[in-house]
């Protein structure tokens, strides 16, 4: 079992729909990223949350540090949002960062 | 501000050839981390260099190794290539604090070992 798993795997939705991509781990941890990632590889940082939740545009990212679950929702969905979304959690005392598979979306117009 | 830089973009070696990929980090960064992602998979730690200095490695062989320069740029080496190597690979720069901070990732070099 990987230490991060994300659900769904693939995602296709209308332009305008909420969308809600989930992370859950089994580790300890101290933080979790939210990273988007575009065909060709290139990765942007979206969201690093400890506690709570985080509010950029039409992003939102929560996360329940006793429930060991992360979850990313994008509201007003538009093809530009696209993309493979990946979470990464820090493992506590560690250097290193985790990585899900990644939640592939495709947002139709 | 100039971001995260990667060289070459692509790259095609063969088995058992050595290869060596570069990444200039994000200006006022001194620390950076390689990541290996296989096509479909989520991205592999390799290890991390802060100030020069290996700081965590994940579960990679001796023949994948790094450097890191006075300039904070940064390398790595894969000796013997095998057919498995092939994947994309990324450099992320970020400040002292390592994963615990914002990571700002470069575009990625794709190996492809034949």
């Known amino acids: 079992k990987n230490e991060v798993e994300q659900s769904p795997q693939n995602l296709t939705a209308q332009e305008g729909e909420f969308i809600t991509i989930n992370c859950s781990y089994s580790v300890g941890i101290s933080a979790l990223h939210w990273l988007q990632q575009h065909p060709g590889g290139g990765i942007v940082s979206l969201f690093m949350?400890?506690?709570g939740k985080k509010k950029h545009g039409r992003l939102i990212a929560t996360i329940n540090i006793q429930e060991k679950h992360s979850s990313l929702h994008i509201t007003a969905s538009h093809p530009r949002d696209s993309a493979v979304y990946i979470c990464a959690v820090i493992q506590g005392g560690s250097e290193k960062l985790v990585f899900g598979k990644g939640t592939k979306l495709t947002v139709n117009p | 501000e100039t971001g995260v830089t990667q060289s070459p973009t692509h790259l095609i070696k063969t088995r058992g050839q050595q290869v060596t990929l570069r990444c200039s980090s994000q200006?006022?960064?001194?620390?950076v981390s390689w990541y290996q992602q296989a096509l479909g998979q989520g991205p592999q730690f390799i290890f991390q260099?802060?100030?020069?200095?290996?700081?965590g490695r994940g579960n990679f062989p001796p023949r994948f190794s790094g450097l890191q320069f006075p300039n904070y740029s940064s390398e790595l080496n894969v000796n013997a290539l095998e057919l498995d190597d092939s994947a994309l690979y990324l450099c992320?720069?970020?400040?002292?604090?390592?994963?615990?901070?914002?990571?700002?990732f470069g575009p990625g070099t794709r190996l492809t070992v034949l």
């Open positions: 260099y802060y100030r020069e200095e290996e700081n």
């Open positions: 200006s006022g960064h001194n620390t």
């Open positions: 949350l400890s506690s």
């Open positions: 992320a720069s970020s400040l002292p604090r390592g994963a615990r901070d914002e990571q700002f």
